[in-house]
C-alpha cells in the first residue's frame, strides 16, 4: 500500500466509505506530513489536536453510514477565512491575536460536509502579492527546486502557503481566494490544480476582504476530480453575502466525462505577449494539439483590450484595498500602538501594522480614489473593465471556453522581482482578466520548464464551472502530468 | 470663466499628462490614509508610486467614449430582504477582540478636554 498521503482525495473519500482506513488515520498521517514540512513555512498555525478531534467526529459518521461529501478528509485553510476559535492573520502584523468569534461561510460549508481542519496557511499580506513573500510570518518555500539549482523558490501567490502543502502531499487540498490569479498562478508554479469560480459562485462572507468585487473564493487541489469535489462542498448562495448568486449548485463530479467532442476552444492571439519563454509557447501549443486530439475545434479568438488588464486591476485592486482595510485602526482587534491622540494612534499603528506592500497599495488606492483623480483613474479603470468583459461576452459568442497558460514564466528565486513592483505585478498578466471580469478558470499542471511546473488555464462563461472542470479534465489527462517535486513528505 | 479642474487639469480625459506624485503629495494620502510615514520615507516612496501610475497611465490609450464604469461584477440585482434585527446581543464577542475594552466599550485615547 502506498503512503497515505499519496492518495487523492477522491482516492481518500473512497477508502474511508469502503473502511479501508479511518479518519483518524488519515489526519495522524496528515498531522506527521505538516510536521515534516516545516521548512517550507506553509503553515502559519497547524491545528492538530482540532484535526484529530474532527476526524474522530467523522469516523462516528462514516460508521453509521451517514458521512457528507468530503467526511473525514483533510484540508488546510488559507489563513484569510476566518475560523472560529483558531487564529486568523491573513499573514499580517496588524491582525495580531485575532481570534475570529464567528466562522467563514465556505469553511462552515467544508466542515458541514466532514472535512477535517489540518491548519491554516500562509499568504501575501492581505492576499497583496504573486510570490507569498510578503507575509509577516515569512516566506514560503516552493516544494519544487530547478534541477542543480539549491536556490530556494517561491510558490507564487497570493495562496502560496495553500499550493505548498498541497504540492507537498501534506494536505488533500486547500482553501485559496483568487483576485488577480491567487489560486490559478500558485498552482501553476507548485504543479498542482487550482479553480477560481464564478463571481458569486462561493461566498465572501467571513473572507478577510482585500478587493471585494474580485475577491473569489476556490479549491486548491492536486487533481482536477479532486477540484470539482470540493468546489461542490463549498459553493453555494449564502444570504450574507449580498454578491453570492442563488443558483443550485451542480454534481461538478460528473461533469467529468471526458468527452469534449465538438467543443469550440478559443484561442487568444493577444495572450502571445513580450518575452514569453519559449516553452510556455510551445506548453500552449501541446495544449492546443490534446484538446483537438479529443475532438475539440480550436479557434483563434481576439480579446483586445486584454493588455489593460493589468493597470486596470492596479487602480481598482488598491481603491477598494483601501477601503476595506481602513478597519484596522487599532480600535476594534489586532495590533494597537499607543498614541497622544485618536489620529495618532491610528497613524502609528497602520504604520506598525502594514507591510511595504499593503502600505503601497493604500496609498495608491488612497490617491487614485481620492478628490480631482476619481475620474480620471478609478472610474477609467472600470471603464476599461466593462470593455474587458464585453471583449469575453464577444468571444463566447463564437467558443465554448478559452485556452490560455497561466503564467508568463515558472517559479522565480525568493527576492527575485522584489525591487520591482511593476515586474512583479506582470505576474498575473494572463489571469486577471477573468478576475475583472468574474469568469470561472482553471489551472492545470501540464508540463515542466528546466525541471519546473507549468500549468495551463481554461476560462469559460459565467457560472460554466462544469466546462472549466470537463475540458480542464481532458487536459490532465492528455499532459499525464505525474512529475513530483523535490520535497514531498511520506 | 473658471476651468473645472476636471476638464483642464493635468487629468483631463484627453492625452493627459500625469505628474509624478511629489513628496507633498505623498505625505497627504499618507494622512488620508492614516499611515504615519517618516520624511525620510517621502522620497523613495513617491518615486516608487509615480513608478507605478506611470504604468498605469497607458489605461488613458483606451477609447471609453460612451462605454459605463462596470458597476456590478455578476449581472444581478442585489437582492433585499425585511428589515429587521437578525443578529446582535453579543457584547462580548464584538469586544473579544478588542485591544482595549471598557464598561462594554471600546477604549480609545480621549478625543476631547
Same mark, same amino acid.
Given at each position: ?27 495522524a498521517?496528515?498531522n ?7 521548512p ?18 467523522s ?5 453509521k ?43 462552515e ?12 496557511? /500562509?499568504?501575501?499580506?492581505f ?48 482553501t ?40 473569489h ?9 479532486d477540484?470539482a ?37 478559443g ?7 513580450d ?40 487602480v ?5 484595498a ?18 497622544d ?85 506582470? /505576474? ?47 487536459l ?6 505525474t ?8 | ?5 476636471k476638464?483642464?487639469?493635468p ?17 497627504r ?35 471609453t ?24 446581543? /453579543? ?5 473579544? /477582540? ?16
Open positions: 500500500v502506498s503512503a497515505l498521503t499519496d492518495l487523492t482525495l477522491a482516492e481518500a473519500r473512497d477508502g474511508l466509505k469502503a473502511k479501508k482506513f479511518s479518519a483518524r488515520e488519515l489526519a498521517a496528515f506527521t506530513a505538516v510536521e515534516q514540512i516545516k517550507l513555512n506553509a503553515y502559519i498555525t497547524p491545528t492538530p489536536e482540532r484535526a484529530l478531534e474532527m476526524a474522530a467526529a469516523d462516528a459518521r462514516l460508521a453510514g451517514e458521512g457528507g461529501a468530503l467526511d473525514g478528509i483533510p484540508l488546510a485553510i488559507k489563513d484569510l477565512f476566518c475560523t472560529k476559535g483558531v487564529l486568523t492573520t491573513a499573514a499580517s502584523h496588524i491582525l495580531d491575536g485575532f481570534t475570529p468569534p464567528y466562522e467563514s461561510t465556505v469553511t460549508k467544508l466542515w458541514a460536509a466532514g472535512a477535517v481542519m489540518l491548519g491554516k496557511t /500562509n499568504l501575501d499580506e492576499a497583496m502579492g504573486s510570490s507569498t513573500t510578503t507575509s509577516y510570518y515569512g516566506p514560503t518555500e516552493n516544494p519544487w527546486r530547478r534541477p542543480g539549482d539549491n536556490r530556494p523558490l517561491v510558490p507564487g501567490g497570493s495562496s502560496g502557503g495553500s499550493a505548498a502543502a498541497v504540492a507537498a502531499h501534506a494536505a488533500l487540498g486547500a485559496g481566494t483568487d483576485t488577480g490569479g491567487s489560486i490559478r498562478q500558485p498552482a501553476s508554479f507548485t504543479g498542482i490544480v487550482g479553480l477560481k469560480p464564478t463571481y458569486g459562485r462561493c461566498s465572501r462572507w467571513g473572507v478577510v476582504a482585500f478587493a471585494s468585487s474580485l475577491d473564493p476556490g479549491p486548491m487541489t492536486r487533481t482536477v476530480r477540484a469535489i470540493m468546489l461542490g462542498a463549498m459553493a453555494g448562495h449564502d444570504p450574507k453575502d449580498s454578491t453570492s448568486a442563488p443558483l443550485p449548485v451542480p454534481d461538478y463530479e460528473k461533469a467529468l466525462t471526458g468527452d469534449i467532442r465538438g467543443l469550440k476552444i484561442i487568444p492571439k493577444e495572450y502571445r505577449v518575452g514569453m519563454a519559449a516553452e510556455i509557447e510551445s506548453l500552449w501549443q501541446s495544449g492546443i494539439a490534446w484538446l483537438k486530439d479529443s475532438g475539440a475545434e480550436p479557434i483563434e479568438i481576439s480579446l483586445p483590450t486584454t493588455k489593460y488588464a493589468l493597470p486596470a486591476y492596479y481598482i485592486a488598491p481603491a477598494e483601501s477601503s476595506n482595510l481602513a478597519r484596522y485602526d487599532g480600535v476594534k482587534f489586532g495590533l494597537r500602538v499607543d498614541g491622540s485618536l489620529d495618532d494612534m491610528y497613524e502609528k499603528t497602520r504604520a506598525a501594522g502594514f507591510g511595504a506592500e499593503v502600505r503601497r497599495r493604500v496609498l495608491i488606492g488612497t490617491y487614485v480614489l481620492s478628490a480631482g483623480y476619481y475620474d480620471a483613474y478609478y472610474l477609467k479603470a472600470q471603464r476599461v473593465r466593462m470593455l474587458i468583459a464585453r471583449d469575453f461576452s464577444e468571444a463566447f459568442k463564437k467558443v465554448d471556453c478559452i485556452l490560455t497558460p497561466t503564467a508568463p514564466s515558472a517559479a522565480f528565486a525568493i527576492g527575485e522581482k522584489a525591487d520591482d513592483p511593476v515586474a512583479m505585478y506582470l /505576474n498575473d498578466v494572463f489571469t486577471v482578466p477573468a478576475d475583472l471580469a468574474g469568469l470561472p478558470g482553471i489551472s492545470v499542471p501540464a508540463g515542466l520548464s528546466d525541471g519546473l511546473p507549468l500549468g495551463l488555464q481554461i476560462i469559460s462563461r459565467a457560472f460554466d464551472e462544469e466546462t472549466v472542470l470537463r475540458v480542464g479534465h481532458v490532465e489527462s492528455a499532459a499525464a502530468f512529475h513530483r517535486p523535490s520535497f514531498v513528505a511520506a | 470663466m473658471i476651468a473645472s479642474p476638464r483642464f487639469g487629468f483631463r480625459r484627453e492625452r493627459p499628462k500625469i505628474m509624478p506624485l511629489d513628496k507633498a503629495t505623498v505625505a494620502i499618507a494622512t488620508l490614509a492614516r499611515i504615519r510615514v517618516g520624511e525620510d520615507e517621502l522620497e523613495p516612496l513617491a518615486a516608487e508610486l509615480s513608478g507605478i501610475l506611470d504604468w498605469v497611465e497607458q489605461l488613458m490609450a483606451v477609447d467614449e460612451n462605454v459605463p464604469p462596470m458597476t456590478s461584477v455578476a449581472e444581478m440585482t442585489l437582492p433585499m430582504r425585511d428589515d429587521v434585527v437578525t443578529d446582535g446581543g /453579543n457584547v462580548d464577542g464584538v469586544l473579544g /477582540n478588542a485591544p482595549r475594552s471598557a464598561k462594554g466599550f471600546f477604549a480609545v485615547p480621549k478625543v476631547v478636554e
